[in-house]
T-cell receptor, first 114, second 113 residues
Framework: KNQVEQSPQSLIILEGKNCTLQ??????????LRWYKQDTGRGPVSLTI?????NTKSNGRYTATLDADTKQSSLHITASQLSDSASYICVVTDRGSTLGRLYFGRGTQLTVWP | EADIYQTPRYLVIGTGKKITLECSQT?????MYWYQQDPGMELHLIHY???????EKGDLSSESTVSRIRTEHFPLTLESARPSHTSQYLC????????????FGPGTRLLVL
């Protein structure tokens, strides 16, 4: 069973609208959580990173939240643009991993229509 | 934009051929990784390296092999490609002190006929 679950699997919204993507995880002990954006045919690019003590982090129109007690995170996208169309991947690292191994969600495929 | 490169970006090849996917980074990172990603699925770690002459198998069993003769290069080789090897292969690297910050290359999309 994957230790990082994302929802919804896919989402279609109109340009200019807001949306929220969800991530639930069971990885323990927790170190940090990242949201990556992966354009089609490209490698993932980091959007935000949050450690245990942080509960919100913004990067332009992207705002991530973290509830370490319930092991949930969300990524809110404001005023969506066509270029936001991509897969958004939630990635969790455990504290005991000296390698830096990451636990990946399957991603939410976001499509923004004009 | 991360300074990590992969070639080729796309490869279509017949069954039984030997292929090498190239990965290079100019950031001087000690740690490098290979991931396999199927459409709509999560990334799976197949190989990693702590540095020169260090290679380890990842979480997902893979018939591929890797080598790390130079810090900046981490090629992945399939001795005899099969249709089951069709996938996207992503290379990544990270600093020793900050292993959680992995920088990804653009990926190689492999199709084995």
């Amino acid at each position: 069973k994957n230790q990082v679950e994302q929802s919804p699997q896919s989402l279609i919204i109109l340009e200019g609208k807001n949306c929220t993507l969800q991530c639930n995880y069971t990885v323990s002990p927790f170190s940090n959580l990242r949201w990556y954006k992966q354009d089609t045919g490209r490698g993932p690019v980091s959007l935000t990173i949050m450690t245990f003590s942080e509960n919100t982090k913004s990067n332009g129109r992207y705002t991530a939240t973290l509830d370490a007690d319930t092991k949930q995170s969300s990524l809110h996208i404001t005023a969506s643009q066509l270029s936001d169309s991509a897969s958004y991947i939630c990635v969790v690292t455990d504290r005991g991993s000296t390698l830096g191994r990451l636990y990946f969600g399957r991603g939410t495929q976001l499509t923004v229509w004009p | 934009e991360a300074d990590i490169y992969q070639t080729p970006r796309y490869l279509v090849i017949g069954t039984g051929k030997k292929i090498t996917l190239e990965c290079s980074q100019t950031m001087g990172h000690d740690k490098m990784y290979w991931y396999q990603q199927d459409p709509g699925m999560e990334l799976h770690l197949i190989h990693y390296s702590y540095g020169v002459n260090s290679t380890e198998k990842g979480d997902l069993s893979s018939e591929s092999t890797v080598s790390r003769i130079r810090t900046e290069h981490f090629p992945l080789t399939l001795e005899s490609a099969r249709p089951s090897h069709t996938s996207q292969y992503l290379c990544a690297s990270s600093e020793w002190d900050h292993p959680k910050t992995q920088y990804f290359g653009p990926g190689t999309r492999l199709l084995v006929l």
